[in-house]
């Protein structure tokens, strides 16, 4: 069974630019979470999609935005970048999203120059 | 909002010896509390976790225990090894698809 799959794992972005980020869940997960991590700040919760809807959302600005597709694959979007967006961007899946293990993917490392 | 706490940081310990690390959250309607290990350059993986209808729950060296009363939870390593070096992540949700992870502990532990 194919873990969760990140592209691109690498990226270099300048300041003002966009981004999007793609997620691949394991085949029969429904549920799509995306977190930032950053060091000393941990991870830190974006969004989570289940069934192509939004279920939940963290505390970042609406320059950060997702979705789901109808086979549960995902992609986030960072507009306007900032310096302050370089992180590791985290995408986990699971079954159902209702409390049970998250997979993981390895992640998106961001630069913003 | 949610908040998740954890503590310490970083700790350090001798091969050997025990390591405990503590969180606490502040959403009362949380009931899941699972924790990650985070290895140098890997992914988090799922080590353990706990419901909040138990109190305490182990797995060979690794134990958890709750206390819903004081909203806090806590990971205890016994007879650590160095490969249990790492970061580890606590979090806390309910029954959502909202995990809220706490800000992580560095484990070294020295042979």
């Known amino acids: 069974k194919a873990g969760v799959t990140q592209t691109p794992r690498y990226l270099i972005k300048t300041r003002g630019q966009q981004v999007t980020l793609s997620c691949s869940p394991i085949s029969g997960h429904r549920s799509v979470s995306w977190y930032q991590q950053t060091p000393g700040q941990g991870l830190q919760f974006l969004f989570e999609y289940f069934s192509e809807t939004q279920r939940n959302k963290g505390n970042f600005p609406g320059r950060f935005s997702g979705r789901q597709f109808s086979n549960s694959r995902s992609e986030m979007n960072v507009s306007t970048l900032e310096l302050g967006d370089s992180a590791l961007y985290l995408c986990?899946?699971?079954?159902?999203?209702?409390?049970?293990?998250?997979?993981f993917g390895e992640g998106s490392r961001l630069t913003v120059l | 909002g949610e908040n998740v706490e954890q503590h310490p940081s970083t700790l350090s310990v001798q091969e050997g010896d025990s390591a405990v690390i503590k969180c606490t959250y502040s959403?009362?309607?949380?009931?899941?509390f699972p924790w990650y290990k985070q290895e140098l350059g890997k992914r988090p993986q799922l080590i353990i976790d706990?419901?909040?209808?138990?109190g305490e729950k182990k797995d060979q060296r690794i134990a958890v225990t709750l206390n819903k009363t004081a909203k806090h939870f806590s990971l205890h390593i016994t007879e650590t090894q160095p490969e249990d070096s790492a970061v580890y992540f606590c979090a806390a949700s309910s029954n959502t698809g909202k995990l809220i992870f706490g800000q992580g502990t560095t484990l070294q532990v020295k042979p």
């Open positions: 986990a899946s699971s079954l159902a999203g209702d409390g049970g293990e998250l997979f």
């Open positions: 959403d009362s309607a949380s009931n899941y």
């Open positions: 706990i419901r909040s209808n138990v």
